[in-house]
């Protein structure tokens, strides 16, 4: 499966975005789907992640009641809506299919990454 992410852009402290996360090639239906962000000089880090039918999801504490994840599967989109945001927000988001067992948050368990997509919050 092949991954394209977009919708990043700069907004200012408070602002909201919405991400976008396209699949192609292989159905990622039955696969559950995650955001990863890598902030400048850091390591990639969890952030939400939705089961393949949409029914259960898992977020970071840092973004929990600010994000919501969920997805359209009879578009193989899988969304990320971000409000309040932070200048901390602040990275490339990633979408990928989680590999690993359901509500792990190691990004290693994470595949098939796709292009970023920049996000960038100003204070």
């Known amino acids: 499966v092949q991954l394209q992410a977009s919708g990043g852009g700069l907004v200012q402290a408070g602002g909201s975005l919405r991400l976008s996360c396209a699949a192609s090639?292989?159905?990622?239906?039955?696969?559950?789907m995650g955001w990863v962000r890598q902030a400048p000089g850091k390591e990639r880090e969890f952030v939400a992640a939705?089961?393949?039918?949409?029914?259960?999801?898992d977020y970071a504490d840092s973004v929990k009641g600010r994000f919501t994840i969920s997805r359209d599967n009879a578009k193989n989109t899988v969304y990320l809506q971000m409000n309040s945001l932070k200048p901390e927000d602040t990275a490339v988001y990633y979408c990928?299919?989680?590999?690993?067992?359901?509500?792990?948050?190691?990004?290693?368990?994470?595949?098939?990454w796709g292009q970023g997509t920049q996000v960038t919050v100003s204070s």
């Open positions: 939705i089961s393949w039918s949409g029914a259960v999801t």
């Open positions: 090639g292989r159905t990622s239906n039955s696969y559950n």
């Open positions: 990928a299919v989680l590999t690993g067992s359901w509500g792990s948050r190691l990004v290693r368990d994470f595949r098939s």
